[in-house]
């Protein structure tokens, strides 16, 4: 249930990044931005795993900065897969998305879908 959700929360921000980056982010619909965040969770569990593991050193010496480069090359895959139903204008705008979209859903997870601890007295 949490990763229909998760996809749905990315499908929704793909629709938001589209209409306001609509020169550098494309979608031809709404379905077109479910199929790109059902893809990209699926890059996310078999190539993502790999490419952390290819790129390992790198991402120590940066203090885990270069995971935000490893989300802006699935996030580039996902374009490439796509089609011309998902557009992303380069890497540079795929890394900024890769950024905005780790906030977003952190400010998410942390408010709306993780549930309040009860403290114990």
Same mark, same amino acid.
């Given at each position: 249930?949490?990763?229909? *959700?998760?996809?749905? &929360?990315?499908? $929704? /921000?793909?629709?938001? %990044?589209?209409?306001? !980056?609509?020169?550098?982010?494309?979608?031809?619909?709404?379905?077109?931005?479910?199929?790109?965040? *059902?893809?990209?969770? &699926?890059?996310? $569990? /078999?190539?993502?795993? %790999?490419?952390?593991? !290819?790129?390992?050193?790198?991402?120590?010496?940066?203090?885990?900065?270069?995971?935000?480069?490893?989300?802006?090359?699935?996030?580039?895959?996902?374009?490439?897969?796509?089609?011309?139903?998902?557009?992303?204008?380069?890497?540079?705008?795929?890394?900024?998305?890769?950024?905005?979209?780790?906030?977003?859903?952190?400010?998410?997870?942390?408010?709306?879908?993780?549930?309040?601890?009860?403290?114990?007295?």
């Amino acid at each position: 249930m949490r990763w229909l *959700i998760g996809c749905l &929360i990315n499908a $929704v /921000l793909f629709m938001a %990044l589209a209409g306001y !980056f609509h020169e550098s982010f494309q979608l031809t619909g709404f379905s077109s931005a479910l199929q790109a965040s *059902i893809l990209l969770s &699926i890059l996310n $569990v /078999l190539v993502r795993p %790999l490419l952390i593991l !290819f790129t390992l050193p790198v991402t120590v010496l940066t203090l885990g900065l270069f995971l935000f480069v490893i989300n802006a090359i699935t996030l580039e895959l996902t374009d490439y897969l796509m089609g011309d139903a998902f557009e992303i204008s380069g890497f540079g705008m795929a890394f900024f998305f890769a950024i905005l979209m780790s906030l977003v859903n952190l400010i998410i997870q942390k408010t709306l879908l993780q549930p309040t601890k009860k403290s114990k007295n």
